[in-house]
């Protein structure tokens, strides 16, 4: 296909079901981009040459449609839109395959940055990256203050057993990758295991938040929150975790991990926990045990990439040197664990 027509998106295709479904929305000959960075489900820009819009759908040739729920992600965008927590507007949802090959949605597209490394904030400055990063956390104090039954999120997951579930699920995500010995990970495990801390009332939980699935607009506020596939009802500390996780500094040079901590500017990890807990009314007691659940969740997601590596699964730039950095985040696991006890 040519680059105005990317693979996965048909617009010969689409251009029909637009004119149906939201007559008048398109007003020209459509083009489309893939947009890139996305972690699985496949995101690309289309525009008529005045608007723009944005088509997610599931990767090629994927299988596990629980994995790649579009119906999911756009229920919540449109259950969340009239809030004051920043979404882009959801446009149309498709569930015929004969459109695309795969079920998508379509929504505006929404102006901003999205920041994967700290070297991309560096040009905005300390003072620009410091309200940015304070932004995110006042953001996730919003998503969390949505009451999901007023929203019709009730029985968008299982509260009850959340933390339980999600450790044994993750060990399950080990065992499935296991081909070299991981000193500390079992340990980190069984630690974590023992120590479950009783979870708060339950939210609308991300599951994936940090600075580079949201866009900030020039004014370094938040414009849209994006990537909702982990999405579901549960204990909201875990996206404050994983947010202190990708706030702490790697101690790894060159990581082909990105994280924004060392930018100049950044806040550190207590000053986002203490803004956090004074904005939401949480007890943030036990987020070092949030923390060090998000250093094993990642671990065990870079070891399955690392494995796939191993067994020629998986190619690009980077993916050579995944398997050495797992260690380091079973590392801070540990010792994340062991300074919150």
Same mark, same amino acid.
């Given at each position: ?102 079920p ?11 920041y ?23 953001t ?27 450790l044994? +699920? ?10 070299r010995?991981?000193? =500390? ?24 938040? +940090? ?27 875990t996206?404050? &975790? ?22 100049? &500017? ?8 203490? +803004? ?21 969740k990642?671990a ?10 191993t067994?020629?699964?998986?190619? &690009?730039r =980077? ?13 801070? =696991? ?8």
């Amino acid at each position: 296909m040519s680059p105005d027509h990317p693979p996965g998106l048909d617009l010969d295709r689409l251009r029909p079901l637009l004119d149906r479904e939201r007559p008048g929305l398109v007003q020209g000959a459509l083009t489309a981009r893939l947009i890139e960075g996305g972690r699985s489900n496949l995101t690309y820009a289309v525009t008529d040459g005045t608007s723009r819009w944005v088509v997610r759908r599931p990767p090629l040739g994927h299988v596990l449609a629980t994995a790649h729920d579009m119906k999911r992600e756009h229920r919540v965008i449109s259950a969340l839109h009239p809030t004051s927590v920043p979404v882009p507007t959801p446009l149309l949802l498709c569930e015929d395959e004969e459109v695309l090959g795969a079920p998508f949605y379509v929504m505006d597209f929404v102006e901003g940055t999205p920041y994967r490394t700290a070297d991309q904030l560096v040009p905005i400055g300390p003072e620009r990256t410091r309200d940015a990063v304070l932004s995110l956390v006042d953001t996730l104090v919003e998503l969390h203050a949505v009451d999901p039954g007023e929203v019709g999120l009730a029985d968008f997951g299982r509260p009850e057993g959340f933390l339980d579930r999600q450790l044994r +699920r993750w060990g399950k995500q080990l065992d499935a990758s296991r081909n070299r010995d991981l000193p =500390g990970i079992d340990e980190l495990h069984a630690a974590l295991g023992r120590s479950l801390p009783d979870s708060p009332a339950p939210t609308v939980v991300h599951g994936d938040y +940090r600075l580079d699935n949201v866009l900030i607009g020039p004014d370094d506020t938040i414009r849209a929150i994006l990537d909702w596939e982990m999405s579901t009802l549960g204990d909201p500390l875990t996206d404050l &975790g994983l947010l202190v996780m990708y706030s702490t500094p790697l101690g790894a040079p060159d990581s082909p991990v990105a994280t924004t901590a060392e930018a100049p &500017g950044h806040p550190d990890p207590a000053e986002l926990v203490a +803004r956090y807990a004074e904005r939401s009314g949480r007890d943030v007691a036990a987020v070092s045990w949030y923390t060090a659940f998000a250093w094993f969740k990642l671990a065990v997601i870079l070891e399955g990439i690392h494995y796939r590596y191993t067994l020629g699964r998986t190619v &690009g730039r =980077g993916f050579d040197r995944i398997g050495e950095l797992v260690p380091v985040f079973i590392r801070h =696991g540990l010792t994340t664990l062991q300074e919150g006890q």
